[in-house]
């Protein structure tokens, strides 16, 4: 089998491209995170409910990255990576022109909808066109992305709501996405290996994954550690 290689064009284009990616869903989904101060005085709300506009993306999101992830052997990955990336952008877009928080926490709401198929599909990805031998590599790329994505998104956004207001702040970090998701879709490699076995996905029940006790302290590692972070 033929795996993207270190060394070639089309594994500096799926390594750029997973880093956009991840880039992208992180900053649309802390972006709201510096405004909380200036969307509880414009809409005259506490500072707990115009935190939600950033409660409500992320839930959305964890819940929805298990759905995503039941039916991810039926998806195509790039189509379905590059729609998650360019809707949340034009979903930003439509953020910006909120003049009322019910339809910001509804847009945020299905920005984590949308959000979750990128990583639900990327981890796929990854592991099904780069060599086992070089995952490590890879995945600490992706990973790397959505620290630098988390950490711009609020840069960006919390700079340029106090040079103009936080309108411009999302509607800029939506046309950013929208730039960054059309390149996500021409620098990434098309799917080779894509694997579609119904009889195994139904075999590998969900609930069998929550019972193993090796992979439950795995998901207690990541959930203290990202409960810290936050």
Partial sequence: ME?????SRQYASAIIALFLGSFVTFAELYSTQPLIPVLTKEFGVSPATASLTLSVSTGFLAFFLFIVSLFSDRLKRKRTM??????????????????????????????GIVLAGFPSIAMAYISEEFHSSRLGTVIGIYISGTSVGGMAGRLVVGALSDYFTWHVAIGMLGVISLTFGGLFWILLPESKYQTSNVKS????????????????????????????FV
């Fill in 82 to 111: 590059t729609f998650a990336l360019l809707l949340s952008g034009l979903l930003s877009v439509g953020a910006a022109l909120c003049h009322r928080l019910e339809p910001l926490l509804v847009i945020r709401a299905l920005q």
């Fill in 201 to 228: 996905r139904r075999s590998i029940h969900v609930f069998r994954l929550l019972k193993d006790r090796r992979l439950l302290a795995l998901y207690a590692i990541s959930f203290l550690l990202m409960g810290a």
């Fill in 3 to 7: 795996y993207i290689q270190p060394g």
